[in-house]
């Protein structure tokens, strides 16, 4: 059950099934309860799991203002009317947090302790984010892209309120497809998916993302800065040193939906559903592992489509009861699948080991 | 606002913009309101609209069952679970009911006086018909595949309480690519919409998608029954006499969802949107016609799929005040467009009109 208790909005019930577990009520993070989803490519927006990292932005719609300012020719300061007014995108997008499967490090990662659901899927509807750009006018020099949210609070090392910022490479800003996005799901972005406006880059990582979007500040340099810099790259011991990445795209990963870890299920045929999705690619094949058995492939439902996950099905057999363990591996159209375990680092990133449940066959 | 008064559930209210405009609450009969549509193949499920022909049958989705009997090799009883666990299929469809615009015949037509909101677009989830069909194994001699919905009540000119049942012929049900579905938008069926489940007979108008099924029954003649020869068939009056033909697929149809009918919009740039589709064949292209200027091609959003709306949208300009008529006309890649006028016919089916709004430009 999810208590969007942040925004002082009333607790919201989906019944028998949950479609949100909360970790954090302050700041509001909740994991999308899997075993709530049951088809379609996407899902209705209070199951989409939330990730923030201070208390929720309320803005006026009516008094919004999104400013492009840094080396632009033509500073633009837009209001969502002004958004409304310029041709529009929409796509069907998956955002994942990269902290999503922190939980299965070993030894563990301090963070949010993100099962394998801080993944959702929805229809993002707003203006082509180069359509922006284009219309603001990149200067010479530019070189990399803020985007500032309304979000700001405390941080590990930082003696006053820090605001959430991040910042794509002008050429990434370009070329990513990303929109400044005003609807999910064909409605207005609820409050706590950026309300009015979010910046959304499909197959990133979501911190790339930014909610309650208010500033586009084109900069000639590398931007720093405690999201971009202190946080959200992959630090990786290696060879007795420190290696540290960004973290860019989501990694490859299938998630097993039905049966439920801990769950039961009859004898006979066992029907294994799930998603799958990858930053880099669609989706090339899932591959589907009962007990020790030999990787299987799994069929795909549905059109790929080359931003949102595609579900997959699987029927196992099993005619004798007794603890059944069930894996699933995603392999994407570039060739990148998934790993056995995932390479440990530091905050726990792009947790995307193969996933087991391990069900009680009666 | 919507009142779901029929089921005794409370009043949905979707805050300043609407979702439904409300016709009859008992039955429940709701159109979509078009301006409250931002953007997205997709719409949310408690803006779709509903039209049902009697009281809503409530069913337990634990003791639902859907029997497949007649004409076939082996009688099915099938129940929620058992429909889950077949191969999945998931497909986004716009449904419409076949008096859709009915309003605007002239001279008038009784009946819902459906002005154009009464189409909606959802992702459906369940088992192809045709796999139905197959485990069931149809016999020789069968003609049509009749649907039973749970719902009935009084028709005229019947003494007692009429089912709500349809068919299709052999070959429709099995090339249709018809959906047993039992989940809407990622969520399991909403009462008003056939829970737990229900028929989706893509690009027909939706008097085929049968909500509440419980019986397929397969038999060896064309069916006869009041919704099938009474009710969802043109009559024409030509020539003197009258020409009959079934209700089938939807006709091609643009809708103008901004700026609305009667409202007022600033001078200068005026942005023109909506949504497009056709039955038989993808929207090849929408034009647009301010006052009684030339038709001109609007800009198709997204990618065209097979069964959904598209959106479109166009930048009028009009520096001077006054008085702004607007229409949009959807052609299909079957070559089929809108006519000025539909034709008349007794019951005010397939009413897809040019539709024009006009807005007064300050």
Partial sequence: MCAWAAAGLPIVSHGAEPGLVVHREDPLNCETSLPALIGGVVMPSTHFYV?????????????????????????????????????????LATLECAGNGRA???????????????????????????????????SAGAHDVVFRGADSGPVDGATGPVRFER???????????????????????????????????????SVASVKWLTEIDVVGHPFEAFFQTNRYHYEYERDGGVVREPVRLQRVRALIVEPTDAGSVAAGQI?????????????????????????????????????SWQWWEFFAHRAVPGTMKVRARATDEAGNTQPEQAEWNRFGYGGNAIQAVAVEVQ
Avoid: K
Avoid at 53 to 76: I, K, N
């Fill in 104 to 138: 299965h490090f070993d030894p563990p990662v301090d963070g949010e302790q993100w099962q394998s659901g801080a993944a959702s899927t929805a229809e993002w509807t707003g203006v082509p984010l180069v359509d922006v750009l284009n219309r603001a006018g990149l």
């Fill in 271 to 307: 029907v294994v559903r799930g998603v799958a999705w990858s930053g880099a690619a669609p989706i090339d094949h899932v591959d589907v592992c009962v007990d020790d058995g030999p990787w299987q492939v799994a069929r795909l439902v549905g059109e790929a489509r080359r931003y």
């Fill in 51 to 91: 990730r923030n990292h201070f208390a929720t932005p309320v803005l006026d719609p009516q008094l919004y203002q999104l400013t492009v300012t840094g080396l632009v020719e033509r500073p633009l300061c837009l209001s969502l009317r002004d958004l409304h007014n310029l041709p529009r995108q929409s796509l």
């Fill in 167 to 205: 910042a794509l490479s002008v050429r990434d800003a370009c070329d990513a497809g990303a929109l400044v996005a005003y609807a999910m799901n064909g409605e207005p972005l609820p409050l706590q998916h950026g309300r009015p406006v979010r910046l959304i880059v499909p197959g990133w990582y």
